[in-house]
Nanobody
Framework: VQLQASGGGLVQAGGSLRLSCAVS????????MGWFRQAPGNEREFVGL????????IYADSVKGRFTISRDNAKQTVYLQVDSLKPEDTALYFC?????????????????WGQGTLVTVSS
């Protein structure tokens, strides 16, 4: 199983990026996809998730209204559109996959993790 995140970069405050996570080796449509981030010196933080068919999305309060998660099951890819970026959004962003929303809610052990893609927001 591989989760390959990409799309990070350096952007000015107020700018936007679109992160992608391409997935292989699992039945993509059967997995809830999530995004997390970790800033230097901080713990990993939940950003949001999207359900199997894309109908359910949940976001952390810190990103609600600025970040949007979507998925393309045909391409086995999940996206994180990040808008109105702030310097405090600077972090390594990870995608993750698990069969159940409950696992994310309960902060349980997520089945699969991707490597991170770095987002740096300058003020």
């Amino acid at each position: 199983v591989q989760l390959q995140a990409s799309g990070g970069g350096l952007v000015q405050a107020g700018g936007s990026l679109r992160l992608s996570c391409a997935v292989s080796g699992l039945t993509f449509g059967g997995y809830v996809m999530g995004w997390f981030r970790q800033a230097p010196g901080n713990e990993r933080e939940f950003v949001g998730l999207i359900g199997w068919s894309g109908g359910d999305t949940i976001y952390a309060d810190s990103v609600k209204g600025r970040f949007t998660i979507s998925r393309d099951n045909a391409k086995q890819t999940v996206y994180l559109q990040v808008d109105s970026l702030k310097p405090e959004d600077t972090a390594l962003y990870f995608c993750a996959a698990d069969r159940y929303i409950a696992t994310f809610r309960a902060r349980g052990p997520i089945e699969f993790w991707g490597q991170g893609t770095l987002v740096t927001v300058s003020s």
